[in-house]
Each structure stands twice: as structure tokens, then as C-alpha cells.
């Protein structure tokens, strides 16, 4: 057994956060990467904004503000500079970021890199791509996200009503799917729907910072409701599994800031097909042609929505595939992949 400490200083969330309500997807990850290191028998303590401690799962939570360890087998920074050089005599180290790798650029990143030296995990190759090579760093791994186990159980079922969905940040161009949604989908499509399961709420008070922003393009959805706009607003895992469970298609362009895409990866995990534009990793998550289309053009998109919608043949066929080849990817298999570049 190894000891691994966890630290985080981004919102306040702790290890039953992800069964009480929407959750975005790094701190998503973050407990399941907790909880899959734990169940692998290790002694894992985090340390990040939490109200209070808590065991939960076999992790053992803390307030950041409470006293380190001082050491640990492998310590795993998420994020944040201010995290880098903790704990100094950790025999192993990574720093895990969820956002393009630009900002590490930035000379309060870089000078503690270069101290710290530790290993930066990526999640994907397009995600590693954003971090140039003459920039520090102890070792670069790859490790996508693993998927949530609730995801990982759907069965084949017959085709559903067309039900399309969008469970993403509405900043993330939900504004670009109401557009193809309005003018070229649902005309073709009288009878179809789009639920939207999108709100600040799923961000904490990040979200709320964001709020303004995101409120005209929500009130945008709500004012859509006679073209089959439903907004419903973030929900728990629990409850996005039941709804995905009934959705025939999830509709999402992507964005340049995304480096994995939970929202796309869950769907399809699910059997839901999706369409996506090709933007950062989307072509990673969605297999062209097989699990949905990844596009280049808004009327692409439009075009290939309509056929989901419609063609039974066609969206039996990703679904199956779906369900075939994009939910073999664990988080305890990705807790292997830590334990490896930790060496232990």
C-alpha cells in the first residue's frame, strides 16, 4: 500500500459532491481518480476546499488550510501553481491539468516547473499538444479520464423518440446548436426535442461568476420551447443516466478549450451517438462515421443530425458501436496508468 496525498485549490467539492449534484468534469475526476486509487488499497488523503473533513470511499478529505503530510509515495497536484512544490520530499510526483497547457507558459508556472520538476499528465494527445516541447517539466504522460462506472451498464434498446440532448457548458457554443437547432434540424424534424442540461450551477461559484454571461443564451433556450427547446438545467450523475438512457442523440460543436469532453464521452458510453465539430479533442471521443460524425460545417452538422433523428437503421447501428467500443476505459484503469508513472 502506498501513501498518496491529493491537493486541489480550485472550488469547494469533497468526496460525496459527485453524488449530491452537477459536477464539473476535473473535479469529476478528481475524486474518481481518489476513489479508484483507494479501491486499488492505497492510503489516499486529499487536501483541497472542502467545508469540513470526511471519509468517503476509503479517502480521507481535509481543508487545504490543515497540515500536510510530510511526505508521501506519490503526490498528485491538481491544477493550481500554488500546489507544485508541496510536500518536497515526496518520492514521486505529477502535476494534473485539465486545460489547454498555454497558461503553464506563464513565469509563475515555469519557474516552479522547472524546480519541481514533476511529471505533467495530459489527457489526450491533442491535449498534450498545446504544451511546447522547450517548456519545463519532469516527464509528460498521457492518461485520458476514465469513465464513471454509472455510464458503463446501458444495454441495447430499440430506437428511441428523437430526443436529442446538449449536457455541456451553455458557453461552449450552446448558442451555435440552437442556431442549427432552429433553422435546420427541427424544420426537418417537426416532432423532435432538445433537452438542455446545462446551467452555472454545475460550476460552483465559478459558475456563478459566469452567470451573466451564460443567462442571454439560456434565456435563448427557454425562449425556444415551441421549436422543442426544453431547458432543464444541470442534474446529477444519477439522474443524467436515466435521461441519456431515453436520449437518441447528443448534439455538441466542442470548443478550443476542451481537452477531453466528459459530457461527449458519458453519451457515448451510453450508446447515444453524437455529432461534434472537429475541434480540439473531439475527434478523440467520437469515432467518425461509427459512434455519430465528427463535422467540419455547421450544415454538416445540421444534415447528420437530421439522419440520427430519423434513420433507425442508421442510429442502431452507432448505438451498437457506441456501446461496443467506447466504455472500455475504467478510472481504475487509469489509477493503473498513475500508479506506473508513480512507481508504485
Known sequence: MAQIVMTDDGI????????????????TSFIEMANALAARGHRVQVFNKCLAPLTHKGVQWSPLDAPLPDDADLYIANRSHHLIRKLPRAKARIFWIHNPARYLLKWRYQWQLALARPTIVFSGLSHAGTYPGWAFDGGREIVPYGLTDLFCHASERT??????????????????????????????????????????????????????KMGPILARAASLEAAGVLLRGPVPKAQLVDELAQARLLLYRGDIGETFCSAVAEAQAMGVPAIVQDIACLSERVRHGQTGFVVQAQE?????????????????????????????????MAAKQFERIGGI
Open 12 to 27: 469547494v467539492f469533497d468526496g460525496l459532491s459527485l453524488e449530491q449534484g452537477p459536477l464539473g468534469g476535473a473535479e
Open 159 to 212: 430506437p428511441p423518440a428523437p430526443r436529442a440532448v446538449f449536457t455541456s457548458n451553455p458557453l461552449r457554443s450552446l448558442d451555435w446548436v440552437l442556431d442549427a437547432w432552429e433553422h435546420a434540424i427541427r424544420p426537418m424534424v417537426p416532432n423532435a426535442q432538445l433537452h438542455i442540461f446545462a446551467g452555472s450551477a454545475t460550476y460552483g461559484a465559478v459558475g456563478q461568476s459566469k452567470a451573466d
Open 300 to 332: 454538416e452538422f445540421a444534415k447528420d443530425a437530421v439522419r440520427l433523428l430519423t434513420d433507425d437503421s442508421l442510429w442502431t447501428e452507432q448505438h451498437k458501436a457506441a456501446l461496443a467500443t467506447q466504455r472500455s476505459w475504467s478510472w481504475d
